[in-house]
């Protein structure tokens, strides 16, 4: 989906879920990157639209942002997200990111 809509020399460094041994809802996506990044789980958060998502991302002790675009809200907060958005300019996900 990043090289369809042309974003890939936008990112330093990408995990493809279907390159990680065991990909969501397995958290090693998540792991992968905060190795990386050399980064605790604890600041860091993230984005999610899918149960399996969110799973993944709880069980690498993410705080999930759930995005609302794919599944209903209630879905995402049953998976372990504990904030929702309707999407990308919702006022409430700015609001939190500048507090």
């Avoid at 990680?20 to 809802?25: F, G």
């Avoid at 860091?44 to 995005?67: H, R």
């Avoid at 209903?72 to 958005?85: H, V």
Wanted: glycine share 8%; charged share 20%.
């Amino acid at each position: 989906m990043i090289s369809i809509v042309g974003l890939t020399d936008f990112f330093e460094f990408l995990v493809i879920g279907s390159e990680c041994e065991r990909a969501k809802p397995f958290p090693d996506p998540y792991l992968k990157a905060l190795e990386h990044f050399n980064i605790p789980s604890s600041r860091a958060f993230a984005l999610e639209d899918s149960p399996s998502g969110v799973k993944a991302a709880v069980a690498a002790g993410l705080s999930v942002l759930g995005l609302t675009t794919r599944n209903p809200g209630q879905e995402l907060i049953d998976a372990g997200a504990t904030f929702l958005i309707k999407d990308f300019e919702d006022p409430d996900l700015w609001n939190a990111l500048e507090s």
